[in-house]
């Protein structure tokens, strides 16, 4: 089974992506991109998502050094932003595939094992679908 790297700032985000993509990939979580990077290191990582925004972080910027450090491991990035407002800036080379939220299982599980079919899973749900969490004025909103 190859593993998935997730990466948010967003505890429920994360929970909510483990449980749905844990049925596909060996399934590790971080809340920063340092931490990102110190599991990189350490273990072996098939995949990396992560959202655009982290706190005092920068995605692109975390899919760049991984793209320097770690050319093995495959990049993926998500937002609730439109493409065009965050790729034409920058790092664009370093992102593979890019997922606008609320993210489709399928369309990262599918992604993912593109052009490894002797890899990919069986069953996968096509309705599985993770919902976005907007934070606005309460900084612990749940996901609904």
């Known amino acids: 089974m190859l593993t998935l790297l997730l990466v948010d700032d967003d505890a429920v985000v994360l929970d909510l992506l483990t449980r749905l993509l844990g049925r596909y990939f060996d399934v590790i979580t971080c809340e920063s991109a340092e ?8 273990q072996m990582v098939d ?28 990049r993926m990035l998500t937002s609730g932003r439109e493409p065009s407002t965050i790729l034409p800036r920058r790092g664009v080379s370093a992102v ?3 997922f606008r939220k609320p993210l489709q299982a399928l369309h990262v599980v599918t992604a993912v094992y593109e052009g490894r079919p002797s890899d990919r899973p069986h069953g996968i749900a096509s ?16 996901c609904g």
């Not at 931490?35 to 350490?42: D, K, N, Y």
């Not at 998502?49 to 093995?72: I, K, S, Y």
Request: glycine share 4%; aromatic share 6%; hydrophobic share 40%.
């Open 47 to 74: 995949v990396i998502l992560t959202d655009f925004e982290l706190a005092n972080e920068d995605g692109l910027q975390l899919l760049a050094e991984v793209q320097r450090r770690f050319p093995h491991v495959r």
């Open 96 to 98: 593979e595939r890019f």
């Open 35 to 42: 931490m990102a990077l110190r599991v990189i290191e350490e």
């Open 127 to 142: 309705g599985d679908q993770i919902p976005s969490c907007e934070r606005r004025e309460r900084p612990h909103a749940r």
